[in-house]
């Protein structure tokens, strides 16, 4: 058995603490599969395949309306695990996942994971962990959709892309990946027009710096402080 396959999945968090026969067992089910950029990986509606742990690349979790408009929902980046939800209910998959750039992820198939589950009790509370996260996740960024503005919402998520996605010298920050204005659209729900609005003032104010095609956040303390601005507001008028 390639001791790489053990070493990836203990590199999930999902199986860091799984003792060595359920991983020697997980191993043994699971391979390596690899996708181009912009290949699909799943679509919502598919049958659940497997559970995914990402290995290099960058996947986005996506959905679509009958119009076309597309939202994101999430980046997975290295070591992520995804596509469970559809594993621990049989349903359909409720989500679209696409490779952004050449990526390879670990797939464990169902079966192998339904076997894991039953004699690794520590592995079903990890599952739970990582829903209630993904819960709680989904509660905050409803309340920003509905409570917050533009502005608050752009600065929140140019902040967390900037933590995930840049090198960081001090409180700077310069992005490693570019995100365009559309794939900021797409995170965010509105048009590109509009973060190209807010992108304009952002850069006007000294909170980011764009050239050369490169993102700059001269000081993330500056940008977080921007994304609570929102955020008191809403407080102070509840």
Not at 16 to 29: E, G, N
Not at 165 to 176: C, E, K, L, P
């Amino acid at each position: 058995m390639p001791q790489d396959m053990k070493e990836a999945i203990r590199k999930c968090h999902l199986f860091a603490s799984a003792d060595d026969p359920s991983v020697a067992a997980l191993a043994l089910a699971s391979r390596f599969v690899r996708f181009r950029a912009q290949q699909g990986l799943f679509m919502a509606g598919d049958p659940p395949d497997g559970l995914y742990v990402l290995q290099s690349g960058l996947v986005r979790i996506w959905i679509a309306d009958e119009d076309g408009r597309e939202l994101t929902i999430a980046l997975m980046e290295p070591g992520d695990p995804f596509g469970e939800i559809a594993l621990l209910d049989g349903l359909p998959r409720t989500a679209n996942a696409t490779a952004l750039e050449p990526t390879e992820c670990l797939l464990t198939p169902p079966a192998a994971l339904d076997a894991a589950l039953e004699g690794y009790p520590t592995l079903a509370r990890h599952l739970i962990d990582l829903l209630c996260e993904h819960l709680r996740r989904n509660t905050a960024e409803m309340g920003a959709f509905a409570f917050l503005d533009l502005d608050s919402r752009l600065a929140q998520k140019l902040h967390d892309l900037a933590v995930a996605h840049s090198v960081i010298d001090g409180g700077a920050a310069r992005f490693t990946r570019r995100f365009s204005q559309s794939d900021l659209a797409q995170m965010l729900g509105v048009t590109r027009e509009a973060v190209n609005k807010r992108l304009g003032a952002f850069a006007h104010d000294g909170l980011i710096v764009r050239a050369g095609g490169q993102t700059t956040v001269p000081d993330l303390g500056a940008l977080a402080a921007r994304a609570r601005v929102g955020e008191g507001l809403v407080r102070r008028s509840a």
